[in-house]
T-cell receptor, first 111, second 114 residues
Framework: QQQVKQSPQSLIVQKGGISIINCAYE??????FPWYQQFPGKGPALLIAIRPDVSEKKEGRFTISFNKSAKQFSLHIMDSQPGDSATYFC??????????FGKGTRLSVIA | DGGITQSPKYLFRKEGQNVTLSCEQNLNHDAMYWYRQDPGQGLRLIYYSQIVNDFQKGDIAEGYSVSREKKESFPLTVTSAQKNPTAFYLC?????????????FGPGTRLTVT
């Protein structure tokens, strides 16, 4: 019930392409779904987050799509750049509980 | 500068020794967290604290201990009972625990035990 399953484990995308990372959850009480970006040797940084009252949230080249009935959410990175190469984590939480993280996706954007 | 500091960045210890990792925040956040990161394992919660003098076990608390004597500080002790302590340790904080509040991470401490 507390798991968040993230896929793929790794992803290679051409520069200018779209990167898509998917997450699925089981706990219907989750009501906050953030994505974090982590560069090697650094702490994760909050990238974008969504709550279940909306189906999509966009910030610049980053978009979260949320499907409440399927219990899935995904991160889309448009016009992917080499500087986007990092590990991305999805997470979920509900009221008064810490975040539960997916296992991460290592994204490589190649020129 | 506001933020979360973790020290040291790299830490080396001999097997059988306890070691304490420092985490300090000046964000005036009530909630603080410790995560362990291993390759391919994501971020696993060790302990968290919602308020001074109170803390709860996370998913992998065995072999670890914490204290929360001050709002801004949440040190983590890796004891000799932790079977595989070599990992990247991350501290985080949020205004309060729970889904209404963004969680921010420190830069991490890489612990190597030989």
């Amino acid at each position: 019930q507390q798991q968040v399953k993230q896929s793929p484990q790794s992803l290679i995308v051409q520069k200018g392409g779209i990167s898509i990372i998917n997450c699925a959850y089981e706990n219907t009480a989750f009501d906050y779904f953030p994505w974090y970006q982590q560069f090697p040797g650094k702490g994760p940084a909050l990238l974008i987050a969504i709550r279940p009252d909306v189906s999509e949230k966009k910030e610049g080249r980053f978009t979260i799509s949320f499907n409440k009935s399927a219990k899935q959410f995904s991160l889309h990175i448009m016009d992917s750049q080499p500087g986007d190469s990092a590990t991305y984590f999805c997470a979920a939480s509900n009221r008064n509980t810490p975040l539960v993280f997916g296992k991460g996706t290592r994204l490589s954007v190649i020129a | 500068d506001g933020g979360i500091t973790q020290s040291p960045k790299y830490l080396f210890r001999k097997e059988g020794q306890n070691v304490t990792l420092s985490c300090e925040q000046n964000l005036n956040h009530d909630a603080m967290y410790w995560y362990r990161q291993d390759p391919g394992q994501g971020l696993r919660l060790i302990y968290y604290s919602q308020i001074v003098n109170d803390f709860q076990k996370g998913d992998i608390a065995e072999g670890y201990s914490v204290s929360r004597e001050k709002k801004e500080s949440f040190p983590l002790t890796v004891t000799s009972a932790q079977k595989n302590p070599t990992a990247f340790y991350l501290c985080a904080s949020s205004i309060l625990a729970g889904s209404s509040y963004e969680q921010y991470f420190g830069p991490g401490t890489r612990l190597t035990v030989t």
